[in-house]
């Protein structure tokens, strides 16, 4: 990647690999290739700590302000608890905890 004075994102693909670690390698017989930059996950731990309760207590005095504008926390079912929970992940805040998110993905 040559520097043109400009910011670019960083970009790590399989193909360059890690390390001491060789990249992965596309079979020449293969007729399908997707090439897709993932959405990164960096600081959803931090989201993921934040306690249910903040999330309700930040939403009111919106909701309060301006109902049109007003974010929405989405209370879904925690499979692991069997209890109510705020939705933090997923396209629709659908999924409460990182771990559920990453068994919906695996």
């Given at each position: 990647?040559?520097?043109?004075?400009?910011?670019?994102?960083?970009?790590?693909?399989?193909?360059?690999?890690?390390?001491?670690?060789?990249?992965?390698?596309?079979?020449?017989?293969?007729?399908?290739?997707?090439?897709?930059?993932s959405?990164?996950?960096?600081?959803?731990?931090?989201?993921?700590?934040v306690?249910?309760?903040?999330?309700?207590?930040?939403?009111?005095?919106?909701?309060?302000?301006?109902?049109?504008?007003?974010?929405?926390?989405?209370?879904?079912?925690?499979?692991?608890?069997?209890?109510?929970?705020?939705?933090?992940?997923?396209?629709?805040?659908?999924?409460?905890?990182?771990?559920?998110?990453?068994?919906?993905?695996?």
């Amino acid at each position: 990647m040559q520097w043109s004075g400009k910011k670019k994102p960083v970009t790590i693909t399989t193909s360059d690999g890690a390390q001491n670690f060789g990249g992965e390698r596309v079979p020449s017989e293969a007729n399908v290739v997707a090439r897709r930059r993932s959405t990164t996950i960096l600081g959803l731990g931090l989201v993921d700590a934040v306690a249910d309760a903040t999330w309700l207590a930040i939403a009111r005095p919106e909701a309060s302000a301006d109902a049109a504008s007003a974010g929405r926390p989405n209370i879904v079912l925690n499979l692991a608890t069997r209890e109510a929970a705020v939705g933090k992940f997923g396209w629709k805040a659908q999924v409460p905890t990182l771990v559920r998110l990453a068994v919906c993905i695996a």
